[in-house]
């Protein structure tokens, strides 16, 4: 009897999906990262009359 050969398909199938898996979840990591809005600095011209006088300033 000739001995069985071990595959090793499966674990490697398996190590592929869990590559793609951290790729997609990177990437969707940095795409969310770039998405917000950063806060504008804030500007020495802006002058009391050009702020609406409903938007409090801090």
Known sequence: ??????SNGALV?????III??????????KSLQEKPTP???DSSLSKESVPP?????
């Open 40 to 42: 504008l600095p804030l």
């Open 13 to 17: 199938g398996s190590f592929i999906i």
């Open 21 to 30: 898996l951290i790729l997609g979840g990177i990437y969707v990591w940095q």
């Open 54 to 58: 409903n938007i409090e300033r801090y």
């Open 1 to 6: 009897m000739e001995p069985e050969e071990k």
